[in-house]
């Protein structure tokens, strides 16, 4: 199965909360990132937690970390229309130099 | 700082001819990356590198070659293009390989 495991689609209205989960396997890793790809670009990094943290809070941002169960969320609060892209969730477990990504979550945000 | 850089953007390649997707990085980092991105099924890692002169193999490495000749290029090369191959292609780097991966802008290859 997939290392790291992420739904597919959300769709949104403006300006409410969007929360995409994920679930991962290796509880290793020292990090966990979420990265923002928007239509035909690369991906950037928009924000990462320290394993040893449940919680972090970046503006808009809130990753939540559960470790005991392998599940990570990203929320994003009072959605825009701009955040419409695909957010991967990604780890690199420890002892590896290999990033692993999930397959991407679509945010779809509509007026 | 450039970042990472992948040329070409675009490109549309006949079954059977070769090509090589270029990738370049300016920030000296010792790691990286090639993935494959289609529709749905995330990136999937074709080779990796850990340094001048170290390549492995990803996940996906049928069909392709890379080489890594200096820490800045790691060139993918497709010898004989087949229609499996149609993809977006992403270059990546990272300074330790834990750290955060920066992404070239990608290469969408289309084989007919």
């Known amino acids: 199965g997939e290392d790291v495991e992420q739904s597919l689609f959300l769709s949104v209205r403006e300006g409410d909360s969007s929360v995409i989960n994920c679930t991962y396997t290796d509880s290793s890793s020292t990090y966990l990132y979420w990265y923002k790809q928007e239509p035909g670009a690369g991906l950037q990094l928009l924000t990462y937690?320290?394993?040893?943290?449940d919680m972090k809070q970046d503006q808009r941002l809130t990753v939540l970390l559960n470790k005991k169960d392998k599940h990570l969320s990203l929320r994003i609060a009072d959605t825009q229309t701009g955040d419409s892209a695909i957010y991967f969730c990604a780890e690199t477990p420890g002892g590896s130099y290999i990033p692993t990504f999930g397959r991407g979550t679509s945010l779809i945000v509509h007026p | 700082n450039a970042g990472v850089t992948q040329t070409p953007k675009f490109r549309i390649l006949k079954i059977g001819q070769s090509m090589t997707l270029q990738c370049t990085q300016d920030?000296?980092?010792?790691?990286m990356y090639w993935y494959r991105q289609d529709p749905g099924m995330g990136l999937k890692l074709i080779y990796y590198?850990?340094?001048?002169?170290?390549?492995d193999k990803g996940e996906v490495p049928n069909g392709y070659n890379v080489s890594r000749s200096t820490t800045e290029d790691f060139p993918l090369r497709l010898e004989l293009a087949a229609p499996s191959q149609t993809s977006v292609y992403f270059c990546?780097?990272?300074?330790?390989?834990?750290?955060?991966?920066?992404f070239g802008q990608g290469t969408r290859l289309t084989v007919v």
């Open positions: 590198s850990v340094g001048a002169g170290i390549t």
């Open positions: 920030m000296n980092h010792n790691y």
């Open positions: 990546a780097s990272t300074t330790t390989g834990q750290g955060e991966a920066f």
């Open positions: 937690i320290f394993s040893n943290m």
